[in-house]
């Protein structure tokens, strides 16, 4: 066990620098450079001043060399200045930006995993009934609908037809709600359509069959005996959920205007904003490789019988 | 459903009462009338026209993009799990490097690179999406060329290409069949997505994604922009879904 994590912790290393790199090589075939005297509207500066200026952002040097700064410099979280936001650091838009998705994101996993296990357990218990088909429906349409035809559809709703909660915004609780909401169902679906699977599993094996012979009764039988057993490849879904989460928030932060890293990174794609793009990237990309390792192991800790 | 959604895409020329470039500068924003059943949009373009020119799309790249997957992930896949060694080990790392980058962020970086345009979602959906079909290619290979019909495939003097693609590969289908039903929502799913934040089709086309992106902006004074396109997008994914579920319960009885 503490091998397995040993190494899958160093794995993160390659993976991210893997990601670094694919990130900076799609940023460098972009095409037009900053200083590119050819170009269409190019800087009317000389040659020398052209090379004074390279010099100056080190973009003379060898492609590995800058890659080698820019890694270097990343690892302490120097992610340079936003093209945008011209009088502002990446590091700083994403240190406001990144708690208030975080605190979204957490929001909506924990909506979605209460309600997804909620309505997978109902499901299973009344299976081929009423019931059942009310929660795999609710479970498919989460799954198969993008979350921003959904977003449209809550604001209107729940904003312009019964204004209940404002159409966008952070600054009230009222206001977290429709976003929090739009961006769990996704993941609500995966874990109620999982949790419906293993339940099932679970319900027909022996030691239920026991636990029922015993003479208890359904409630303690499905919460003590099934629901403790279901849960634990229920926990594989998690990886996925953070992805679903994380790439979800771009359209849920857009639309309902949240000052949030994913709106940031909508925006930044729009404005062309390399430097903003790459500490987006990278900032997802290491969340959730470590968020796929941490469910990995704690996997690994729940499940005795998993041995690596 | 399906087959309606294909049959609207195919003969949108026919069925659209518009162009889907054709403006009307004294109706613009109009919600539905009899003129306009969905009414018109900022530029006083028919909305109903526009999103059936927008399932053309939808379908080209929710099919086309699953060609490019398979052509790059089955060949990649089975030659991976056939020879296995050295190959394999470097096959399997770029895949599972691959695999943990967000799928949506990577399609979204690779489309910032090339531009946006059809071709180009064409080729990131693509590149980003023949890892999942290549890394069940390789596990049904790497179970099916032990088997006894591979074998007397071989000992009847076939080569290892021909045991690979006339009696191995075949075999392994029923889940690649299954893995590639389930690929079309997410295709027509991430090309929605791209030309909502705006890389994904270049404007006039129309396209559902950008129709939500755009009208999401006007939704309070004029909701039909964004509400059907939305409901186009819904039912689509919907009925891709089921149909995914369809073929997998059909091929594959085990898993019910």
């Known amino acids: ?308 | 459903m399906v087959i309606a959604l294909c049959v609207v895409a195919i003969f949108a020329n026919v069925l659209a009462p518009y162009a889907y470039t054709k403006t009307n500068f004294g109706r613009l924003n109009e919600g539905p009338s009899r003129d306009y059943p969905l009414g018109t949009d900022q530029l006083g373009r028919d909305v109903l026209s526009r999103i059936i020119y927008g399932a053309r799309i939808s379908m080209l790249v929710g099919l086309g993009a699953q060609v490019i997957i398979v052509l790059l992930g089955v060949p990649i896949g089975a030659l991976s799990g056939y020879l296995g060694g050295r190959t394999d080990l470097a096959l399997t790392r770029i895949v599972d490097v691959m695999y943990a980058f967000p799928r949506l962020l990577f399609v979204i970086l690779v489309m910032s690179m090339l531009g946006a345009g059809l071709a180009n979602i064409f080729i990131a959906i693509g590149v980003t999406g023949w890892v999942g079909i290549a890394r069940q290619t390789r596990a049904q290979v790497l179970a099916l060329k032990e088997k006894e019909f591979a074998d007397a495939a071989r000992a009847l003097g076939a080569g290892g290409g021909r045991v690979l693609a006339r009696h191995i590969v075949p075999n392994a289908l029923t889940p690649i069949v299954v893995a590639v039903t389930f690929g079309i929502p997410e295709a027509i799913f991430t090309e929605a997505a791209l030309s909502f934040i705006g890389v994904g089709i270049n404007p006039p086309t129309p396209s559902w994604g950008q129709m939500v992106g755009e009208g999401q902006q006007y939704l309070r004074s004029y909701w039909h922009l964004c509400v059907f396109p939305s409901i186009a997008i819904a039912v689509t994914m919907l009925s891709f879904t089921f149909l995914g579920d369809g073929v997998r319960d059909a091929l594959d009885p085990k898993l019910q």
Do not use: C
């Open chain 1, 1 to 308: 066990m503490l091998i397995y994590a040993t190494r899958r912790i160093l794995w993160l290393v390659p993976t991210l620098l893997a990601m670094a790199l694919v990130t900076f090589l799609v940023m460098h075939a972009t095409p037009g450079s900053p200083l590119d005297p050819i170009a269409e509207g190019a800087n009317p500066l000389t040659p020398e001043a052209q090379r004074n200026l390279a010099a100056r952002y080190g973009l003379d040097r060898p492609l590995w060399e800058q890659f080698a700064i820019f890694v270097g410099k990343a690892v302490q979280g120097d992610f340079g200045t936003s093209f945008v936001y011209r009088s502002r650091t990446v590091a700083e838009i994403i240190g406001e930006a990144l708690p208030v998705s975080l605190m979204l994101g957490a929001m909506a996993m924990a909506v979605a995993v209460a309600g997804g296990l909620a309505l997978g357990v109902v499901a299973a218990v009344h299976q081929n009934r009423t019931w059942d088909y009310v929660s795999v429906s609710v479970a498919t349409a989460g799954v198969a609908v993008p979350n921003f035809v959904l977003a449209v559809f809550m604001i209107i709703l729940f904003s312009l037809m019964v204004p209940l909660f404002p159409t966008g915004g952070w600054e009230s609780p009222r206001a977290w709600v429709l976003p929090t909401l739009t961006l769990a169902l996704g993941p609500l679906g995966i874990v109620a359509r999982f949790t419906r699977a293993a339940v099932l599993d679970v319900i027909r094996s022996d030691f239920t069959l026991t636990a029922r012979a015993k003479g208890l009764s359904e409630a303690p039988v499905i919460f003590k005996h099934v629901l403790k057993n279901a849960l634990i490849p229920v926990v594989t879904v998690l990886g996925p959920m953070f992805a679903a989460i994380g790439t979800g928030s771009f359209f849920v932060e857009s639309i309902f205007r949240v000052p949030g890293l994913g709106r940031f990174f909508v925006l930044s794609m729009t404005g062309r904003d390399y430097p903003m793009i790459m500490a987006v990237v990278l900032t997802y990309g290491a969340f959730l490789a470590v968020m796929n390792l941490a469910v990995d192991l704690v996997y690994g800790f729940l499940d005795p019988r998993i041995r690596y």
